[in-house]
């Protein structure tokens, strides 16, 4: 196996692997040799080169865990290396049209399965990674009409033996779904928590429970939320419009002091998120 990004996700599904003994050897490969060397020596890779053609050679399976924006990029280089039989997975949270691009970037025998296992953490790197990040929890498999059924089948039982629940979704469909669950609401942790500059840095110990947890999200990577945002530009822009027409009615409400449409608005809002469970 060949880790391409060895941080959070891609050393704990590593480490997830071997706890499972489904990998006699692991490569990693990475921007930062010395992330690397500390993944080797902790024992979560056998193996990195800087080099991700070299890491990538003699591997059965290949996972995209570097950031979501480098994996056109990525595959292009390493698709001469691949050897006929390997299978590609990646974990990103955008698919789309992604998925089809890099279906189209793989040699003959060598199959794509997009894979967004729903796992993710404010914390990042290594030092966050868990070989039991996956039990318990969704991983989204995206293929398309060209995606083999036997591949599908093997990426399924892939994530199940590692303890995920495995639901499959067209792309598209994907990433609709996750524009509302994911994408729209980190860029609103953001701009929350942003908003909190607004006032004077000595107030900010007056922070209650409620706006630390609305906002916790946004302890998470800038650089890599704001690849995947743009990366799903279009589903977030039709968010953000969705959500400007609830804030106007809320604030119609304030407008005209209607006590009754503001509870009615909340009301459903709370339906919602009770339906949404703990």
Known sequence: MAVLGVGLLGASFARALRKHSLAEHVSGTGRREENLRRARDLGYIDSYSLSPEEACQDADLVVLAAPVESFTALARKIAPALKKGALLIDVGSVKGRLVGELEGLMPEGVSFVGCHPIAG????????????????????????????????????RLWRTLGAQVEV??????DRVYAVLSHFPHAAAYALAA?????????????????LDATRIAL???????????????NLLACMEAFRSDMDDIRGCLDRSDLEGLKRIFERGRDVRQGLGD
């Open 169 to 174: 979704l067209d792309p598209e469909v994907h």
């Open 195 to 211: 908003g909190a500059g607004r006032l004077r840095e000595e107030h900010w110990k007056f922070a209650g429970q409620g706006f």
């Open 121 to 156: 953490s404010e914390r990042s790197g290594i030092d966050a990674s868990s070989a039991e990040l996956f039990e318990g929890a969704f991983c989204v498999v995206t293929p398309t009409e060209r995606t083999p059924g036997e591949a599908i089948e093997d990426v399924v």
């Open 220 to 234: 998470s990577s800038p650089e890599l939320w704001s690849n995947i945002c743009l990366l799903n530009r279009e």
